[in-house]
C-alpha cells in the first residue's frame, strides 16, 4: 500500500504523536508519573461544578438537545453571541457574533490557519509562519501541509534571582522578511509558562500590521480565560489579530473545543473549512460553556478558582524541586502561566533525549526541549539542555520524579553505566 504526498506527511512519527503515545501508554501503566502531557488538573471544585452542571443540563433536556442536533458551520450560535457579547462588555473589543468561530479543538484551528494564511501561493510565490520566540508549542511543527512552513526567532535570555530565567522576543534578530504570512505567538507559552509582556506583544502587533499581516495569538491558558496566567497582562484584540481560546483549560478537554476570534472574512473562510472537514463543530463543549457564560461562571471560576489552584501548585513544586536541584544544577524559566515548568539543564553534555530515555524507564515521563523549536534552522545547544514538565500532578508524585530525576543526572555526571 502507498500512500500520496498527503497521507506520506501526517502518518509519520512526530514529537506530538510521541508525546500522545507517552501519554497513552503512561495511562496504562500503574505507577507511571506523567509529568510529559497537557491533561489540565482534576480541580475538585471544578469536577463539582461540572457534574452538577451536567445533571441540569440533562433534567433540562439541553444535553440531548445538544446531541441530537448539529450546529451551524461556524458553531453553536448560542454560545457565539453570548461570547461576544460578553467580551465586548468587559474588554471593550469590537466584536459581534460573526467574529467568533468554533473549531473541534485548538489544534485543528491552526492546522486552519497555519495552512490559510501560509504555503503556496496562486502566483507560485510561498508564504511561512513567524514564530518570533522559540521554544513554541510542538504541537505547531507538523501542521503545515507543506514543508519547510514555519521560521523561528532565537530569544534573548534574561537571568533572574532565585535560579530563575525569561525569555523576550530578540527584535533586532527577526527574520520577518517578505515570505511571512503570518506571525503566531502563544501567550502563556506551552512549553515554558512565558508571558511575552505587552511591550512586546504591541510592537509584534505594530510589525504585524506594518507587513499586512495577521498576529496569531494562541490564548489556551491566558485572559479572560481559563485564566492561568500569573503576570499583568493585558489581553489584545484587533481586526488584524486572531485570537484562539480553548475550553480544554478549564478542565473540559474532552470536549475539543477550540475558540477563534478574527476579523470577519478569516471566520467566514474557517466556516467553510469547517464544513468542508468536519461539517461542524461538537456541540457538547459549546452547550456547556454557553450555560457558563449564561450564569456569569465562566470569568468567575477562572478568577476565583482555576487560576489559584495553579498558582499554589506551581509554588509547591518550585519548592519540591529545589529540594533536590539547586540552582547551580538546574535554572527554571519564570513560571507566568500555563501548566508546566521549563527546566534548563546547562551543565547537561549529551542531551535531553538522553535524559528522556533513562527517566522514562524509571516510570517518569517528562518531554525533551528539542522538540520545541520548530523551524529553527540554526544548531543551538540550548535546545538539548532543556525538559518540559507538567506541574499538575499531586505533590508525592512530583517528589519522586524529582528524585528520580536528580538521581539520573547523578549517574550521567558519573558517566555511563
Known sequence: MSFSQFGDKFTQHTGISRLMEDMGEGLRTPGTIMLGGGNPAQIPAMADYFNQLLLEMHQAGKLSEALCNYDGPRGKALLLDALATQLRETLDWPISAKNIALTNGSQSAFFYLFNLFAGRRADGSKKRVLFPLAPEYLGYADAGLEADLFVSARPNIELLPEGQFKYHVDFDHLPLNDDI??????RPTNPTGNVITDSELLQLDALAQQHGIPLLIDNAYGVPFPGIIFSDARPLWNPNTILCMSLSKLGLPGARCGIVIADESTIAALGNMNGIISLAPGSIGPAIANEMVARGDLLRLSEQVIKPFYQAKVSETIAILRRYLPEDRCLIHKPEGAIFLWLWFRELTV?????????????????????????????????????????????????????????????LDAGPR
Open 351 to 411: 542531551g535531553t533525549e538522553t535524559l528522556y530515555q533513562r527517566l522514562k524507564a524509571r516510570g517518569v515521563l517528562m518531554v525533551p526541549g528539542h522538540f520545541f523549536f520548530p523551524g529553527l534552522d540554526q544548531d543551538w545547544p540550548h535546545t538539548h539542555q532543556c525538559m518540559r514538565m507538567n506541574y499538575v500532578p499531586d505533590a508525592a508524585q512530583i517528589e519522586r520524579a524529582a528524585q528520580i530525576l536528580a538521581e539520573e543526572l547523578d549517574a
Open 181 to 186: 504570512g503570518l506571525i503566531c505567538v502563544s
